[in-house]
């Protein structure tokens, strides 16, 4: 069952931001009472001025999936907006997947661009943010060169448990909502609010349409910026929304696969199955143990790792812990031994640990294949943590270094 249309009701239920009960007894008690899914997001489905109204409400019951989204380019003479949603079909996940915490935000860390009151502030939270990273860090013991490879994996461990602990506690954790669009931002909905009140000012097409090319604009560039970061927003099962924003059109409820050996893979799990089999066979038993290497470890040191670090780009996409380069450089300013110490260790042990080795894999089809339903028309992204990358870079200029001075390589590499 699905219920659409202008209800011009206000109740906090669905706008956080009402602040007047108007025709509310009715909806509120219909939604609870049927258990009905609330499909609007935060953005108002009729602007005007500086009203904040959502009264256009798209209701369904609880075994129906939407594609919901406000159509903010559309431009119509009246104030409501145009709401688009199609049926996806299928019963959707019971755990809300807004709150799904899929990073953290760090800017409130940051005083740059604000007033001197919201300076202090900002020092107070990142202060605040230290020392519980701090605190944590002394329930590990420090590693120095004597360190096991297992006292190496709990070092790992301990030094995620400790980041996302942090940010859990004191930054803005970043959730997705596959409800509204992603892409929308506040200077977007600021820029909805000059359209809004430029279509109330009689004779103002001019700035009416000015107001509607600087909105386009704005969301254009949203738009690139939300594709730009979807590999870090992926999760589970929406790994597989990169193949629906293609030009190709796959089957909304997931595409079937046909594997090597021609078998058919229909559910969610039998594609990822198939998917893994395809991209990532499994390799012949070994039984290789890492030879004890030599005393290059000592090479690694706070400024090595530090100038490694400082190279990562702030946009690449993170891996399974959530954790961008730009907040693991702000825990690097904290704490440079510890995590020099890590990346020291892994050299001088050459062993690689277990939790840097799960990678977020993004499923994308590969343009021009004649036959979607085959594995191999699809490429997988693997993202893995930034720190682990960190290692395997440090591991690279080791060896790059090593190369050049015995002067092994070819002149043209």
Same mark, same amino acid.
């Given at each position: ?53 959502? *009264? ?22 009246? @104030? ?25 935000? *760090? ?111 704005? *969301? ?22 990169? +193949? ?18 021609? @078998? ?9 199955? +198939? ?16 030879? +004890? ?83 191999? +028309? ?36």
């Amino acid at each position: 069952m699905i219920i659409a249309g202008d209800m011009n009701t206000h109740s906090q239920m669905w706008n956080g931001r009402a602040t007047s009960r108007r025709n509310v007894p009715f909806w509120e008690n219909l939604i609870s009472d049927h258990s009905l899914v609330v499909w609007n997001s935060k953005e108002a489905t009729r602007v005007g001025g500086d009203n904040h109204s959502i *009264i256009d409400l798209t209701l369904s019951s609880p075994g129906v999936e939407l594609n919901w989204s406000i159509d903010s380019e559309a431009a119509t003479g009246s @104030n409501h907006e145009v709401i688009m949603w199609e049926i996806l079909g299928g019963t959707p996940n019971s755990q809300d997947s807004s709150k799904e915490v899929t990073g953290w935000d *760090i800017r409130g860390w940051s005083g740059a661009g604000k007033s001197e009151k919201e300076q202090k502030a900002a020092r107070e939270k990142e202060a605040a943010a230290q020392q519980c990273y701090l605190r944590s860090g002394k329930k590990t013991a420090a590693l120095d060169d004597t360190s096991s490879a297992e006292q190496v994996e709990e070092a790992a461990v301990a030094l995620r448990e400790a980041m996302v602990g942090t940010l859990n506690n004191h930054a803005r954790a970043k959730r997705w909502c596959s409800r509204s669009k992603p892409w929308w931002t506040e200077e977007l909905a600021e820029l909805r609010k000059q359209l809004g009140r430029a279509r109330q000012r009689p004779a103002g097409i001019g700035r009416t349409r000015d107001a509607q090319r600087n909105l386009r604009r704005a *969301i254009r560039k949203a738009k690139k910026e939300c594709w730009n970061k979807f590999l870090q927003e992926a999760k589970e099962r929406e790994v597989w929304t990169a +193949a629906n924003y293609t030009a190709l059109r796959l089957d909304r409820i997931g595409q079937a696969l046909v594997d090597g050996e021609g @078998n058919i893979a229909e559910s969610q799990e039998e594609r990822e199955a +198939a998917i893994l089999k395809g991209h990532f066979p499994k390799g012949p038993p070994g039984t290789y143990e890492p030879s +004890a290497g030599g005393r290059v470890f000592e090479r690694v040191d706070v400024h090595l790792v530090g100038y490694l670090l400082a190279k990562a780009a702030n946009t690449a996409a993170p891996g399974d812990d959530r954790i961008s380069a730009d907040i693991l450089k702000v825990f690097w300013q904290w704490d440079r031994q510890r995590i020099t110490q890590l990346v020291r260790a892994y050299i001088r042990t050459g062993y690689h640990q277990k939790i840097w080795k799960t990678a977020k894999g993004v499923v994308i089809p590969k343009p021009g294949k004649p036959d979607y339903t085959k594995v191999r +028309a699809y490429r997988v992204i693997s993202l893995l943590d930034v720190i682990g990358k960190l290692v395997e870079r440090t591991a690279a200029h080791l060896i790059a270094d090593h190369l050049e001075r015995k002067q092994a390589l070819h002149e043209s590499q």
